[in-house]
């Protein structure tokens, strides 16, 4: 148990509204990471998913490359590279090119979900099959062997032997975490010795037993002897706690449109979300909304990080990761993100 107040860090998944534009979406997650940065929060994560007309987040590289050069003292990250979808000498490529360009700033998150609808999946495959989630526990030791010093070796069939190396020179290395929502990933984790980082934000089921698992069956490992682990939560702060439930409505509407298999769309404004919930009004839809709102911490920014404090001492740790949810309204502009930005500041200010 931690007393403490916790650490606080960022997931985002550079959220696409109405009318808004890849190019505003992304100009807007950046600005908000040089929030986040001056703020003092710890870390910034951008997540990997395909093929969602809300979400802009598909290359975590590319905007880790990006919030690099926007930011000066926080880590940045993946939450997570989907590895299913990518050769594992590639993603150890890309990470140990963005620790040489912010020495002791990345972290690797590595995630056994394809992120995507079956169909993308198979595009982003070049061998057309779903063989490589079997695969996923070799390929996270693979990215590890690839990044370090010392290079991992191939060994032939027909004898001899051959040493790849993810960069010429490294001078450190990214600290790899292992993601998920399930027991598999709690315990392939500890087996390897890795951090750990529950996917709280989006399942919030089974989150104790993770826990336990993981922390119960770690093997320590040299470059960490404990366990190591944080947890994500899906937070709105404003200034008024009417205002923070309604800019929570565009995103618990589009998560009810992804657990009932409805067309997905651009996320809503807050005023688009009011008006449709009254005219869509139905029963599954309100249940899905409902179970999702009682996980999410919506409030005033005292509210919120009395919530995140206590969110952090029932469960042992000294981080929380924060997915700010916060819509937008119609008149907001477009290239910034005045909802999660407040919402950042309430709560690193409460806290």
Known sequence: ???????????????????????????????????????????????????????????????IAAAASRTERMKLGSGGVMLPNHA?????????ALEAIAPGRIDLGLGRAPGSDPVITQLLRTTGTTSDVEQFPRYVQDISLLLSGEGATVRFTSGGEYT???????????????????????????????????????????????????????????????PRTFLT?????????????????????????????????ALETVEEAIAAGIAEADAATEQVVQAARERWFVGTGESVAAEVRAFAQTHGVNEVMLSPVAGAYDAEPKDSAAGRAQTLELIASAL
Not at 9 to 18: G, I, W
Not at 244 to 263: D, G, H, I, T, Y
């Open 1 to 63: 148990m931690t007393s403490a107040a916790p650490a606080l860090s960022v997931l985002d998944l550079v959220p696409v509204r109405t009318g808004q534009t890849s190019a505003e979406a992304i100009a807007a997650s950046l600005s908000l990471a040089e929030i986040a940065d001056r703020l003092g929060y710890r870390r910034y994560w951008f997540a990997e998913h395909h093929n969602m007309p809300a979400v802009a987040s598909t290359t975590p590289p590319v905007l």
């Open 88 to 96: 594992p000498l590639i993603v150890a490529e890309q990470f140990a």
């Open 164 to 226: 790849v190396h993810a960069t010429p020179a490294a001078t450190s290395v990214p600290d790899v975490w292992l993601l998920g929502s399930s027991d598999y990933s709690a315990q392939l984790a500890a087996s390897q010795g890795l951090p750990y980082v529950f996917a709280n934000h989006f399942s919030g089921q089974g989150l104790e037993r993770a826990l336990d698992l993981y922390r119960s069956g770690y093997q320590p490992s040299e470059a960490h002897p404990e």
């Open 233 to 265: 939560v899906n937070v709105v702060a404003s200034p008024s706690a009417e205002e923070a439930e309604a800019r929570a409505l565009p995103q618990l509407r589009m998560m009810s449109r992804l657990r009932l298999n409805k067309p997905l769309t």
